[in-house]
T-cell receptor
Framework: SAVISQKPSRDICQRGTSLTIQCQVD?????MFWYRQQPGQSLTLIAT?????????ESGFVIDKFPISRPNLTFSTLTVSNMSPEDSSIYLC??????????FGPGTRLLVL | QKEVEQNSGPLSVPEGAIASLNCTYS??????FFWYRQYSGKSPELIMF????GDKEDGRFTAQLNKASQYVSLLIRDSQPSDSATYLC???????????????FGQGTILTVHP
């Protein structure tokens, strides 16, 4: 399976600032996804990021708050904008491989003070 | 809207026992089902997936599907303390539709295997 890396692995940020999370894959993939996992909760899909098209967002998530880039088939970024303590979560990128099988990156642990 | 439900537990079993984890799903048209294991502080790791055409066994893990009752089970035989983790059930969107590839997760079941 593909190797997925994320940067940063964790960060502590002040409210009102923005953080960009990078997701790098060691092979070309068409579909990438960004998920959020709030403390003690399960995973919730934020958006789908396909190369060459704009990201599609799930209900409750908007582009102004979570802008996503997908410049090529191996890389994507998620920005968490104008952060508040409620944005403290683990943010995970994932990729679709072999049909419906999905693999996750190691995650970015974000704490907003 | 697709829903996936799991008993959050915690489920505690003694070492060597069989751990049984269940997941119910709302979409009768769902064709595939995924089980992820998540250790504390780590990201989810795919351990098993099955399609609607039958059960699957992989080592100590068995995934079973009951389509009539719309639930899928994960059995872990000879449970080990290293199996202690949160187990997440996930159902993907329908192939060919706008939700293709998108996973809907249950809330996860915390499993503790005690020596």
């Amino acid at each position: 399976s593909a190797v997925i890396s994320q940067k940063p692995s964790r960060d502590i940020c002040q409210r009102g600032t923005s953080l960009t999370i990078q997701c790098q894959v060691d092979s070309q993939v068409t579909m990438m996804f960004w998920y959020r996992q709030q403390p003690g909760q399960s995973l919730t899909l934020i958006a789908t990021a396909n190369q060459g098209s704009e990201a599609t967002y799930e209900s409750g998530f908007v582009i102004d708050k979570f802008p996503i880039s997908r410049p090529n088939l191996t890389f994507s970024t998620l920005t968490v904008s104008n952060m508040s303590p409620e944005d403290s979560s683990i943010y995970l990128c994932s990729l679709l491989a072999g049909g419906e099988t999905q693999y996750f990156g190691p995650g970015t642990r974000l704490l907003v003070l | 809207q697709k829903e996936v439900e799991q008993n959050s537990g915690p489920l505690s079993v003694p070492e060597g026992a069989i751990a049984s984890l269940n997941c119910t799903y709302s979409d009768r048209g769902s064709q595939s089902f995924f089980w992820y294991r998540q250790y504390s502080g780590k990201s989810p790791e795919l351990i098993m997936f099955i399609y609607s055409n039958g059960d699957k066994e992989d080592g100590r893990f068995t995934a079973q599907l009951n389509k009539a009752s719309q639930y899928v089970s994960l059995l872990i035989r000879d449970s080990q303390p290293s199996d202690s983790a949160t187990y997440l059930c996930a159902v993907p969107g329908t192939a060919g539709g706008t939700s293709y590839g998108k996973l809907t997760f249950g809330q996860g079941t915390i499993l503790t295997v005690h020596p």
